[in-house]
């Protein structure tokens, strides 16, 4: 039988040091389409937004690409749901779920130790605040930012996990 881990099972207690969790299997689903079949969807339509809460939304990443982040489960089912409402548009629906892992940042400190290695300006009084997201580079690795009212997540490639944990601690 084969064991399933997450690419930072291994990093569980380093990453409780900096008051953060990795979020294993979310589901990420792309989706290419229309703006009119966006807005039908409820997808956001301003650049850098997202909408919904910690377990189900839909993050702006392009003017037609939206990726979809839903609670650990059976992708399938999402894209299978994504699909129907699609059925009559010219789109594409991807599961990415395995393409990248997911670091969320908790408490006081989480803003200033992504700024320690990130170009944004990621102050709330300059915009960055619940419902935003932005792709950018940390420490020269590609992530995707999403602030959500008590937490920032992190998407990046699994590839680059370890060296992402490793430059949040070093920023500690």
């Known amino acids: 039988m ?37 807005a039908r969807l409820g997808f956001p339509l301003q650049p850098n937004t997202g909408t919904g809460d910690m377990t189900r939304g839909t993050l702006w990443l ?7 982040v839903a609670a650990p489960g ?14 009559d548009a010219h789109h594409a629906v991807v599961d990415v779920s395995a393409n990248r892992a997911v670091i969320e940042l908790h408490g006081p400190n989480r803003l200033a130790l992504l700024a320690s290695a990130c170009a944004l300006d990621l102050d709330p009084a300059a915009g960055w605040f619940p419902g935003v997201c932005a792709q950018t580079l940390f420490a020269r690795a590609q992530v995707i930012i999403q602030e959500l009212p008590d937490a ?13 944990v490793d430059r949040l601690l070093a920023s500690a």
């Open 74 to 87: 059976d992708p399938g089912v999402v894209v299978d749901g994504l699909e129907a409402l699609l059925m």
């Open 152 to 164: 920032t997540r992190v998407f990046v490639r699994p590839s680059f996990a370890d060296y992402v």
């Open 2 to 38: 084969v064991e399933i881990r997450s690419p930072l099972a291994h990093r569980a207690a380093a990453l409780a040091t900096i008051d953060a969790v990795e979020v294993p299997f979310l589901t990420q689903i792309d989706v290419r389409c229309g703006e009119a079949d966006a």
């Open 62 to 68: 392009g003017p037609d690409e939206w990726l979809v």
